[in-house]
């Protein structure tokens, strides 16, 4: 196995994988002849990741066999941490069973990660008809569920039909109740099927862990159902 990330590329490759400690503490990584594969669920069991790379997104990839590599995800965060903005990232796997990162530009680091035999099993996930589909703007979602993980521990999703609203409404024991009403108009896109959608709860530490991921992309889609 031998991969190439561009400098260009290697900013996005870096926060992929450099906040899946939140969720878990090993990943396996599936090597596949046409793209990498990350699948997984977080320590308890309630929120589940997927990391699908297809071989054109690298510099070069090379894959003699379908493999995997069972990572520790702690290890390659603090790793990941140390590369500087302008270096490409090498990966190899090693005859010893390590997995080799370097990163290369006027400098050059390299660190050998061992790695792990993990049971895994990859879930077959099916698609969903969901009853409210929303595109916001990443940073804007991020501040807000950070507010709402500093408040509480519970995040209610509701609708307000007469004000077309999104209302999202975080209980706390302590310190009451935080409302924050979204209008239908601030979002880059919103589909509600009002007959159907009921209000939604959900733990908000682990949308805060999602929200993470928020430079990745400009914009992030969320489907309720």
């Given at each position: 196995?031998?991969?190439?990330?561009?400098?260009?590329?290697?900013?996005?490759?870096?926060?992929?994988?450099?906040?899946?400690?939140?969720?878990?503490?090993?990943?396996?990584?599936?090597?596949?002849?046409?793209?990498?594969?990350?699948?997984?669920?977080?320590?308890?069991?309630?929120?589940?990741?997927?990391?699908?790379?297809?071989?054109?997104?690298?510099?070069?990839y090379h894959?003699?066999?379908?493999?995997?590599?069972?990572?520790?995800?702690?290890?390659?965060?603090?790793?990941?941490?140390?590369?500087?903005?302008?270096?490409?990232?090498?990966?190899?796997?090693?005859?010893?069973?390590?997995?080799?990162?370097?990163?290369?530009?006027?400098?050059?680091?390299?660190?050998?990660?061992?790695?792990?035999?993990?049971?895994?099993?990859?879930?077959?996930?099916?698609?969903?008809?969901?009853?409210?589909?929303?595109?916001?703007?990443?940073?804007?979602?991020?501040?807000?569920?950070?507010?709402?993980?500093?408040?509480?521990?519970?995040?209610?999703?509701?609708?307000?039909?007469?004000?077309?609203?999104?209302?999202?409404?975080?209980?706390?024991?302590?310190?009451?109740?935080?409302?924050?009403?979204?209008?239908?108009?601030?979002?880059?896109?919103?589909?509600i099927n009002?007959?159907?959608?009921?209000?939604?709860?959900?733990?908000?530490?682990?949308?805060?862990?999602?929200?993470?991921y928020h430079?990745?992309?400009?914009?992030?889609?969320?489907?309720?159902?």
């Open positions: 196995m031998n991969i190439t990330i561009s400098h260009l590329k290697s900013d996005v490759f870096t926060q992929l994988f450099q906040y899946l400690k939140a969720f878990t503490d090993v990943i396996v990584v599936q090597l596949l002849e046409d793209r990498l594969y990350v699948q997984g669920m977080d320590n308890a069991h309630v929120s589940l990741f997927e990391i699908n790379l297809s071989s054109e997104w690298f510099e070069s894959v003699q066999k379908n493999e995997s590599m069972g990572i520790n995800t702690t290890i390659l965060s603090r790793i990941l941490s140390t590369r500087e903005q302008n270096q490409n990232v090498y990966l190899n796997k090693t005859d010893e069973d390590l997995l080799s990162i370097i990163f290369d530009s006027d400098e050059k680091n390299e660190y050998m990660i061992p790695l792990i035999d993990v049971d895994h099993e990859i879930m077959n996930i099916t698609g969903n008809e969901y009853n409210l589909e929303m595109t916001m703007d990443s940073k804007k979602f991020k501040h807000m569920i950070d507010e709402f993980n500093n408040f509480g521990s519970n995040l209610k999703i509701t609708y307000d039909g007469e004000h077309e609203k999104i209302m999202m409404i975080m209980e706390s024991d302590n310190m009451g109740e935080m409302m924050v009403h979204v209008n239908l108009e601030d979002m880059q896109e919103c589909a009002e007959e159907e959608f009921q209000t939604c709860a959900y733990s908000v530490k682990y949308i805060h862990n999602m929200c993470q430079k990745i992309s400009k914009h992030v889609n969320l489907y309720f159902s």
